[in-house]
């Protein structure tokens, strides 16, 4: 069984910077597109960033410039995001598409919670 934990949310004011962390459990073979989205309550959930195995990487508009996404291996992906502004606030969601000895499966961590305050 695969688990996927969130880590490095909080509080920030705007401009400031937090690091995300996304860690996978379990038995896994290997990793192939790894995602963070965030969702606002009563919206729905956007695709932030994605980085592929090969290392090429996708930003939602809004982000670009501010916000970059790596990967360490196939078990661990980071979104480290600058100069923050009020409407990154949400709950950030790491997707990962693992593979492990009980098949392929798109797999979600609960989420971590960023808030950004004037």
């Known amino acids: 069984q695969v688990q996927l934990v969130e880590s490095g949310g909080g509080t920030v004011q705007e401009g400031g910077s937090l690091r995300l962390f996304c860690d996978a459990a379990?038995?896994?073979?290997?990793?192939?597109?790894m995602r963070w989205y965030r969702q606002i309550p009563g919206n729905r959930r956007e695709l932030v960033a994605l980085v592929r195995s090969d290392g090429r990487t996708e930003y939602l508009d809004a982000v670009k410039g501010r916000f970059t996404i790596s990967r360490a291996g196939d078990k661990m992906t980071v979104l480290e995001m600058n100069d923050l502004k009020r409407e990154d606030t949400g709950l950030y969601l790491c997707?990962?598409?693992?593979?492990?000895?009980?098949?392929?499966?798109?797999?979600w961590g609960p989420g971590t919670q960023v808030t950004v305050s004037s």
């Open positions: 997707n990962i598409d693992v593979r492990s000895f009980t098949g392929y499966k798109s797999e």
């Open positions: 379990g038995t896994i073979i290997s990793t192939d597109i």
